[in-house]
């Protein structure tokens, strides 16, 4: 019922926007994403990586108006894992569904851009379980001319959570909070296309679990070829470190491992009309896997793939 009346809240958010004055640039996208993962227990993992393989229809949508000075965007998936008897006694225990709506303005200064926003994001699970993200967006980008600039992107939370976490026998409240941010440096030339090489940073401090921090270099290169934009993308890891928070196993505490991960593909979509996108993304991943006391697991590879259509209205 929780995640129904979340469901109507979005949809009815997004009707709304729909239904406001033709001065406004809005788009539709449906789709579904899917993930592969491989079995190495037979390499020493604990369990079979393949039961996290999964099926993902999603719809996202995006309004602006034509001054371009806010944005309210949003997002709804449903997750179907293709094995679940793999998980323990059959129970799917991970993530099933996300909602999340998000809004941020425009504001131009000089060589300087604000963007500022809010947001919302609701992961959902079969059992009783849940988190809710509440966002800040301390945005901006300036500008050194019309092709060069640099930029800062990404948010602050604070999180709502439910769940079975170290040392519970039953679901208890949590306040989890992070951050993630991007920053560097964009370039655009001559002929359309335009390279962004740039950091990532991301860090969660779950309640009586663990907290996170990850660094990556990421690099994009966006080209236009005919009806289709092409952008090669990678994700390269510089460390994921995970440290153990529980508050009821004294040993645990302050326990470190690093579950680095690198991934590289492709996304991009094809013009099909001037009011219709394929819209498609690939990519494989590698991701190193450690053991709570730090001994070293095979690795958790993926393979990811996204197709969808998108309707700009």
């Not at 640039?25 to 037979?42: I, L």
């Not at 001054?67 to 799917?92: C, D, H």
């Not at 991934?263 to 394929?278: D, Q, Y």
């Amino acid at each position: 019922m929780k995640n129904t009346t979340r469901l109507a809240a979005l949809l009815s958010a997004s009707a709304t926007i729909l239904c406001s004055p033709a001065l406004a640039r809005t788009w539709v996208e449906v789709g579904t994403e899917y993930e592969q993962y491989f079995d190495e227990t037979d390499q020493g993992a604990t369990y079979n990586y393949e039961r996290l393989n999964a099926y993902t229809p999603y719809v996202r949508f995006s309004h602006s108006p034509t001054s371009n000075e806010w944005n309210i965007w949003g997002r709804a998936f449903k997750k179907y894992y293709t094995n679940e008897e793999l998980f323990p006694n059959g129970e799917v225990n991970a993530q099933v569904d996300r909602l999340e709506l998000h809004y941020t303005q425009m504001n131009r200064k000089g060589a300087w851009r604000f963007r500022p926003g809010v947001g919302v994001r609701y992961n959902g699970y079969d059992i009783d379980r849940y988190e809710t993200e509440y966002r800040l967006y301390p945005q901006f980008d300036y500008f050194f001319n019309s092709n060069s600039q640099a930029f800062l992107s990404g948010h602050w939370y604070i999180g709502d959570a439910k769940g079975i976490r170290m040392g519970d026998t039953q679901p208890q409240n949590y306040t989890d909070w992070g951050y993630e941010a991007e920053f560097g440096w964009l370039y655009r030339f001559a002929n359309g296309s335009s390279i962004k090489p740039h950091f990532y940073t991301e860090y969660d401090s779950y309640e009586n679990n663990f907290d996170i921090d990850y660094w990556q270099f990421r690099l994009v290169y966006s080209q236009k070829i005919g009806r289709a934009t092409i952008n090669p993308f990678i994700r390269y890891g510089l460390g994921r470190e995970i440290t153990d928070r529980s508050h009821s196993d004294p040993e645990r505490w302050g326990l470190k491992r690093d579950n680095n991960y690198s991934r590289a593909g492709v996304f991009g979509n094809v013009g099909i009309s001037g009011k219709w996108n394929l819209i498609y993304e690939t990519y494989y991943q590698v991701e190193d896997q450690h053991g709570t006391w730090g001994e070293e697991l095979p690795d958790r590879d993926k393979f990811f793939s996204k197709f969808g259509i998108q309707r700009i209205f």
